[in-house]
């Protein structure tokens, strides 16, 4: 991703021993590290992204909200390069994924909806196997992986085998393999599902770590009080469409909703969806 851009404005003039001399503050202009330009994506039967566009910049978590069958994964999947735009296009860290899908996978990290690991390797193989599918240098990939699997409690469990680890530890090694690399920018489709409230909150940390170090990440969630803890800004869409976008409190204020829930239930209705 290209640098952070700094650019310098003169705030206000201070006087000092008589000098007048102008007090210089730092303005940070922060890059677009996600871009999704009119996305559409059709399957036979069913239009799961319908014209979806939106931005998101560095060091903001972006959560993607909607109900079973929303588009969420489907439009993390054409990010990722793992499936094509019928029309549209979404622009990853500068590169135009379609075009430049190695150079993207380069910067991103992807905790994917369904658990991906192998059973028969240890925690720590697994992530050890991600790190040297990204090329990692030998010392850096021993070095976050002890970190990260420590962050994220797994370090005691590191060398059994997956196989005998519980869906949360499985789901937090899946995390850890994701970003093993330190990618600029992150996927995190519903990264805290099936996770016990002690480990929800160790990822939750985990996340909010990410973003003070300028990481963009779009986070997928069912649960809204974990897009209410971790979000900048949140985008809902329902039918592959975007019908809300926004801060909390700008969605919050505009719906007159005391929580992101009633923001939610009043804009998806209380139907459960059956036609997915
Ligand atoms: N490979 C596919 N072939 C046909 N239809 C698909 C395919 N993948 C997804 N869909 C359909 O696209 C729509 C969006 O699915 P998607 O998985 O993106 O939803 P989601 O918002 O991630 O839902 P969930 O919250 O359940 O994970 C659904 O109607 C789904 O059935
Ligand atoms: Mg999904």
């Known amino acids: 991703m290209k640098k952070r ?9 201070i006087n000092a021993d008589s000098v007048t001399f102008p007090k210089v ?13 009119r996305l559409t994506k059709r399957f036979e039967d069913v239009t799961a992204v319908d014209d979806l566009s939106l931005k998101v910049e560095e060091g ?9 069958g929303a588009g969420k994964t489907t439009t993390i ?19 135009d994924v379609q075009k430049f899908p190695g150079r993207v996978k380069e910067l991103i990290g992807v ?24 090329a990692m240098p030998r010392e850096k990939l021993k070095q976050n992986t002890q970190e ?5 409690s797994l ?24 970003l093993v690399h330190d990618p600029e920018i992150a996927f995190l489709d519903e990264p805290t599902v099936a996770m016990d409230v002690q480990s929800r909150h160790a990822v939750w940390d985990f996340i909010k770590d990410l973003k003070r170090r300028n990481k963009a990440i779009i986070l997928t969630t069912h649960y809204m009080e974990e897009a209410e803890e971790l979000s900048d800004r949140v985008g809902i869409i329902d039918h592959g469409k975007l019908i809300a976008l926004g801060s909390q409190n700008q969605l919050k204020d505009r719906f007159r909703a005391e929580n992101l829930e009633e923001v939610f239930i009043q804009l998806t209705g209380r139907r459960i969806r059956e036609d997915v």
């Open 5 to 13: 851009v700094s650019q310098l404005h003169e705030a206000e003039t």
């Open 25 to 37: 503050e730092p303005m940070v202009t922060r890059q677009v590290a996600i871009a999704i330009d």
């Open 60 to 68: 903001e978590l972006f959560g993607l909200l909607g109900p079973n």
């Open 77 to 95: 999947n054409i990010l990722c390069g793992l499936l094509e735009p019928t029309s549209g296009s979404v622009v990853v860290g500068g590169y």
């Open 111 to 134: 905790c994917p909806q369904d658990t991906a690991v192998f059973s028969y390797l240890t925690g720590k193989e697994n992530v050890e196997l991600f790190g040297n599918l990204h």
């Open 148 to 152: 990260l699997l420590g962050k994220l």
């Open 155 to 178: 370090l005691e469990d590191a060398d059994r085998r997956v196989s005998k680890y519980s869906s949360g530890m499985r789901r937090r090694t899946n995390l850890i393999m994701a």
